[in-house]
C-alpha cells in the first residue's frame, strides 16, 4: 500500500467506528460483555496504541534507525500483515493486553466524543506525517509492535489502519446488541 492508500483507509475506518457510536444510545458507549473493555474504552484503546506510532515518527529517521535497526527482508503486503495479527491474537492466552492500554480510564457519554476526537486528530497528524516520508524510509525503518515484534514503518502504519478496523468488527460483533 502506498501512504495514499493507508491514509485512506485510516480515515474511512475512523469514520464508521465514529458513525458506530453515533448511532447507539448513550448508555451503549460503558457497555461490555463480562469481563471485556466497554465499547468506549475500545476508542480509548486505539488512542494509547496511536500515540506512541506517532511519537515515533517524529523522531529524525537516523534515531529511529540506531535504535531499532534497518530492515533486510521484503516488507510484507497488507493481507499478510492482518493474518498475521490475527494469528498472533488467537495465540495469546486470554486475549491481548497492550502495554499501552493497561490502566484503561473510565470512558462514558459525557466524554466519548473526546475520545472519538483524539482519535481523529491523532490519525491526521499521522496521515500528514505519513506523506513526509519516503517511500525509502518507509521500507527500510524499523519499530517495534508489542504482540508482533519489529515493522517496517509501512507494516506499522498499514496494521495500525487494520486496528481501528479489528475494534470496529469487534465492537460491530460483540457489543452491538447489548442490554
Avoid: C
Avoid at 129 to 154: A, C, F, V
Wanted: hydrophobic share 35%; no cysteine.
Amino acid at each position: 500500500m502506498n501512504p495514499s492508500e493507508i491514509n485512506k483507509l485510516l480515515k474511512e475506518n475512523t469514520s464508521k467506528l465514529a458513525s458506530l457510536f453515533e448511532k447507539q444510545a448513550q448508555n451503549w458507549v460503558v457497555k461490555a460483555p463480562e469481563g471485556k473493555w466497554t465499547s468506549g474504552q475500545h476508542v480509548a484503546h486505539l488512542v494509547q496504541s496511536t500515540e506512541p506510532l506517532l511519537k515515533a515518527l517524529g523522531y529524525p529517521s537516523f534515531i529511529l534507525k540506531w535504535k531499532f535497526g534497518k530492515n533486510n527482508r521484503e516488507n510484507r503486503d497488507f493481507q499478510t500483515i492482518v493474518n498475521r495479527y490475527n494469528e498472533k491474537l488467537a495465540n495469546v492466552a486470554g486475549g491481548m493486553s497492550s502495554p499501552f492500554s493497561i490502566n484503561m480510564p473510565i470512558v462514558d457519554s459525557n466524554n466519548i466524543n473526546t475520545w472519538l476526537d483524539r482519535l481523529s486528530q491523532l490519525n491526521d497528524k499521522l496521515s500528514a506525517r505519513i506523506l513526509k516520508k519516503s517511500d525509502k524510509n518507509l521500507d527500510e525503518i524499523l519499530i517495534p509492535h508489542p504482540l508482533m515484534g519489529r515493522m517496517t514503518l509501512r507494516e506499522i502504519l498499514m496494521w495500525n489502519a487494520y486496528h481501528t478496523e479489528h475494534h470496529y468488527n469487534i465492537l460491530q460483533s460483540k457489543y452491538k446488541d447489548l442490554p
